[in-house]
């Protein structure tokens, strides 16, 4: 008869013999495991360094084309703006102060004017002051002969009323110097707009920088109402640019709503690279193509053009 204990011993042993094993076989497979783990991160330690020796080689190149677009900058964009004058229309906070000035300066090159900067707060856009900026401009901040849209719609009526006395008509005369005074004081009393420097004249063009895109249950609302403005500033002068940075292409981006609206598109150009210096040249070239009739998409987003056909010198 086999008893307990020999159960008890057998059972012991053939654990021992397991354990054994396990520590055998583990012994014998680290070696090359452990080898194959050092082996793949010299592998990878060596693409690391390649791959910062690449990104230095690009910064290094994407620095020198930057240099070589700023340098040739005013010779591309020479006269084509001469005897015009552009409206700036900064969005928000995003747009850098650096990206208006350098804007303003190539207007400057192209031989154009600028003839004020606006800057459009948040609540120019938000919903909750619609009704009172849509009860001041139907009302007391209406200026004499001006003729709003019949629309129940406070941004596209803000927008016709901004266009009308901003605005220069092509072939036409320049806005009342009092009305565009008028109007700027009371927006600027609404807390939805700030005038830059001492005064805002009408224009013929407009420039629009942009920044980034809306968030927020509101996004689509706040971005259609800066693109009724967007639209009015177009159809009252001799053409609009919407100039923004990549996020502003996005969905809820001002430059990526225009460019999925075929009739938006089609009648206001846009670029998605201003803050690049062939981005800043594309802006100004594409006001001289707005002047012929034409609007494009340039920058480096999907559907897009480098930069604007390039005038032909003159002889």
Request: aromatic letters at 2%; hydrophobic letters at 45%.
């Amino acid at each position: 008869m086999i008893d307990f204990r020999y159960h008890l011993v057998s059972l012991i042993a053939v654990f021992l013999a397991v354990a054994l094993g396990i520590v055998i076989g583990t012994t014998a497979l680290n070696e090359p495991i452990l080898a194959d783990i050092k082996n793949q991160v010299s592998a990878l330690e060596k693409d690391k360094r390649s791959l910062e020796d690449r990104t230095q080689q690009l910064q290094a190149q994407l620095g020198t084309a930057e240099a070589f677009e700023e340098a040739v900058a005013p010779a591309l964009v020479d006269s084509t703006l001469t005897g015009s004058s552009v409206l700036l229309v900064v969005t928000n906070d995003g747009v850098a102060e650096e990206t208006v000035d350098q804007a303003t300066a190539l207007i400057g090159e192209a031989g154009g004017t600028v003839s004020g900067t606006l800057t459009l707060k948040p609540e120019y856009s938000d919903p909750s002051t619609a009704a009172s900026l849509q009860n001041y401009v139907t009302g007391s901040g209406l200026p004499s002969g001006v003729q709003l849209p019949p629309v129940d719609d406070a941004g596209q009526l803000v927008g016709a009323l901004l266009a009308q006395v901003l605005m220069i008509p092509p072939g036409g005369t320049a806005p009342d110097a009092a009305a565009i005074s008028s109007v700027m004081a009371g927006l600027t009393a609404l807390n939805v707009l700030t005038p830059e420097g001492d005064a805002i004249g009408a224009a013929d063009y407009a420039v629009v920088l942009t920044a980034g895109a809306f968030s927020g249950a509101d996004a689509a609302e706040r971005n259609a109402t800066v693109a009724a403005l967007v639209t009015a500033l177009d159809a009252a002068g001799s053409g609009a640019v919407v100039a923004g940075d990549a996020a502003s292409a996005a969905e809820n981006g001002l430059v990526g709503l225009i460019r999925a609206d075929t009739t938006l598109s089609a009648a206001i150009s846009t670029v998605d690279n201003v803050g690049s210096a062939a981005g800043r040249i594309s802006s100004v070239l594409a006001l001289g193509r707005e002047r012929e009739g034409t609007s494009g998409k340039y920058g480096t987003g999907q559907d897009t053009q480098p930069v604007p056909p390039v005038p032909a010198a003159t002889p």
